[in-house]
């Protein structure tokens, strides 16, 4: 069974439905896209005795965790503390995990103990406001603030202006911007370079790094306007090259599978690393508990492993004994979304074309099944997957099979993977 209902759900059962292991697979509460994988189901999946009940009927021998919300409310801990559910695996960490994205202070300060490279720090609570301008002064512009719990990934603001970084800043911890989110703020240095995501699955002692990747967060070409869920991703990185990686490897991936060993926090699933490359050295931005959405549509077409083995081994503590197989070819994902996203947008346009994009993998996120028809059901409606020999060519051909899906208001970024070329043009 997996939760969720997004883009990053319909790629992970795109490639559990593959697996000769997968007798049946059951989504909650899903997409129009995952029932062309498995089941869907309607299942409130903040409620966990529901899950746990649902499992237990229908004979549920793995619970793969897609979204946050639930896995830093505790699911997997629900589950583990359900004498029913002994044999049934749960792939995703336990709430002491899942604070690494819980709370970017805990996160922080995980980094500091275990000496993985971050950005200079100190987080400032409610009643702390006027200590918290007193630090940003001591910063230099641009100065960048965090929401310490969950906010949809919209709780980083990046500014440039000090007097607009206090407003901001005191909007967030005496006006709720971020409500619960920012009634804790992390204030920290700005780090100058070109961002990546890199994603590991452990089975708390052992690791496999999965492909890398990078995503587009800004809803404008140039990467401006408004913060979104993510408008593209494209896989691999070209400048995550055997030595940049082996540096990611040593001074992050290891010290983190580490240090959670250290802390007695038991992990098994996903840790997403958000890197920023600063002259040829990783740093540490954030860590994420799950996978990625836009990255799963790229990274995970190009991963040739069954992951239903990988994902029994996570659970037996036997990571170290599989291989993971992944296809060279860089896969390109363009996000299509709904007119007026990530501010008010319509739902229930229909959705035309999807049956003509042959070359390319279409993963649903905001969409659903109404009268026989598939319409818009959020922000994010669809993302669009195609892989080639090299970025140009993946990049040609995602756009071409994107635009063969119509629907009313359909906006998408025209610059996907522009800013790798560049950067690999400069390298030549």
């Known amino acids: 069974m997996l939760i969720g209902s997004g883009g990053r759900e319909h790629a992970i059962a795109y490639k559990l439905s593959q697996s000769e292991r997968c007798q049946r697979l059951y989504v909650a509460p899903g997409n129009g896209g995952t029932g062309l994988c498995g089941m869907n189901v309607k299942l409130d999946i903040m409620d966990f005795g529901a899950v746990a009940d649902f499992v237990l009927r229908n004979e549920v021998k793995m619970v793969v965790v897609g979204p946050e919300a639930p896995l830093v409310g505790g699911i997997a801990d629900a589950l583990a503390a359900d004498e029913r559910m002994k044999g049934v695996t749960v792939i995703g960490p336990k709430k002491a995990g899942a604070m690494l994205e819980g709370s970017k202070d805990f996160a922080k300060g995980?980094?500091?103990?275990?000496?993985?490279?971050?950005?200079?720090?100190?987080?400032?609570?409610?009643?702390?406001?006027k200590e918290g301008k007193a630090f940003l002064r001591e910063m230099k512009a641009p100065y960048v603030l965090k929401a310490d719990g969950l906010a949809a990934g919209k709780g980083v603001l990046i500014i440039n202006d000090l007097a607009e970084a206090e407003r901001e800043l005191e909007e967030m911890l005496e006006g709720g911007k971020f409500g619960e989110a920012s009634s804790r703020v992390v204030i920290e240095e700005f780090m100058d370079g070109v961002e990546l995501s890199v994603f590991v699955l452990t089975d708390g002692r052992h690791y496999k790094i999965l492909?890398?990747?990078?995503?587009?967060?800004?809803?404008?070409?140039?990467?401006?306007?408004l913060n979104t869920g993510g408008m593209g991703s494209v896989s691999p990185v070209p400048f995550a090259d055997k030595e940049f990686m082996e540096k990611v490897e040593k001074r992050i991936v290891q010290p983190t599978v580490k240090g959670l060993m250290e802390e007695e926090i038991e992990y098994k699933g996903f840790i997403f690393i958000g890197l920023m490359n600063v002259g040829g050295d990783?740093?540490?931005?954030e860590y994420n508990v799950r996978m990625g959405d836009p990255e799963t549509e790229s990274v995970f077409p190009r991963i040739k492993s069954d992951v239903v083995k990988l994902f029994e081994a996570v659970g037996n503590g036997t990571l170290n004994k599989e291989t993971l197989d992944v296809n060279y070819r860089t896969a390109v994902s363009v996000v299509l979304t709904a007119g007026g996203y990530p501010g008010s947008y319509r739902k229930g346009d229909v959705i035309s074309g999807v049956k003509e994009v042959e070359k390319a993998l279409v993963f649903h996120a905001g969409t659903k099944t109404e009268e026989g028809e598939l319409v818009t059901n959020g922000g994010r409606?669809?993302?669009?997957?195609?892989?080639?020999?090299?970025?140009?060519m993946a990049l040609l051909r995602a756009y071409q099979e994107a635009d063969k899906i119509k629907f009313e208001g359909k906006y998408n970024r025209k610059d996907i993977g522009q800013d790798l070329l560049r950067?690999?043009?400069?390298?030549?």
């Open 211 to 225: 492909p890398t990747a990078k995503d587009y967060k800004r809803i404008g070409d140039g990467d401006t306007g």
């Open 423 to 428: 950067l690999m043009e400069g390298n030549k």
């Open 110 to 129: 995980f980094m500091e103990r275990h000496g993985i490279p971050t950005a200079k720090y100190k987080t400032f609570g409610t009643g702390e406001l």
């Open 381 to 392: 409606v669809i993302a669009v997957t195609a892989l080639d020999e090299s970025l140009p």
């Open 282 to 285: 990783p740093m540490v931005v």
